[in-house]
């Protein structure tokens, strides 16, 4: 699904990555962690096809439409409700049945009595929640969760936790995190980034 060897990335002087080495199976769960400023954000960009690598490989064995790439910004449009929202994305991404499938997302996020509420007026963690929801709606082949538990309260973090946990094995995650225990029992593989210098 994502391989990449001696993989670097380079912002004019400053190098970003460097000698990145990773695979991610099919199936398969991995955890980027590091200091802020070590490339954690950078990685999952280039394996979402949103920056280039400056040197290295990188293949993907996934087209970019079954990609699911969660940043730190929802990505969702302030002046259209949480429904009108990921209608707009199941349109793009051509969903099967996606009005049921939406319901079923934002029933399981707790967004279900927002769903009228336009997204501009959500609170932090409510905004993320819907980022959750758009990531998922088209059911990607590769998830790429750039410290998908931000903003979440509790309950929000319980339900993001019981979504990873069901969607292992049938789908690959490369998540970004400053909390790699609570992945630990998800994620055999872990790739530490000290930061290029």
Not at 33 to 54: D, E, Q
Not at 90 to 101: D, H, I, K, N, S
Not at 123 to 144: F, N, V
Request: hydrophobic residues 45%; glycine residues 10%.
């Amino acid at each position: 699904m994502i391989r990449a060897r001696a993989l670097e990335k380079r912002f004019g002087s400053k190098r970003v990555l460097r000698d990145v080495e990773l695979d991610v199976e099919r199936g398969g769960f991995a955890v980027v962690t590091g200091p802020n400023g070590s490339g954690k954000t950078t990685l999952l960009r280039l394996c979402a096809g949103l920056a280039a690598p400056t040197s290295g490989e990188l293949e993907l064995g996934v087209e970019r439409g079954r990609i699911g790439y969660l940043g730190h910004e929802a990505l969702v449009y302030r002046e259209l409700t949480a429904l009108e929202n990921l209608d707009l994305y199941g349109r793009l991404y051509r969903v099967p049945e996606r009005r049921e499938r939406i319901g079923m997302l934002l029933e399981r996020f707790g967004l279900w009595d927002a769903r009228h509420e336009r997204a501009g007026a959500f609170s932090r963690g409510m905004l993320q929640r819907l980022a959750l929801c758009r990531t998922l709606l088209h059911e990607p082949d590769l998830l790429l969760l750039d410290e998908p538990f931000n903003a979440l309260d509790a309950d929000g973090a319980a339900l993001l936790d019981r979504e990873l946990v069901e969607l292992r094995g049938e789908r690959a995650f490369l998540v970004a995190t400053h909390d790699p225990a609570r992945l630990a029992p998800l994620a055999p593989e872990h790739v530490a980034l000290a930061g290029a210098k």
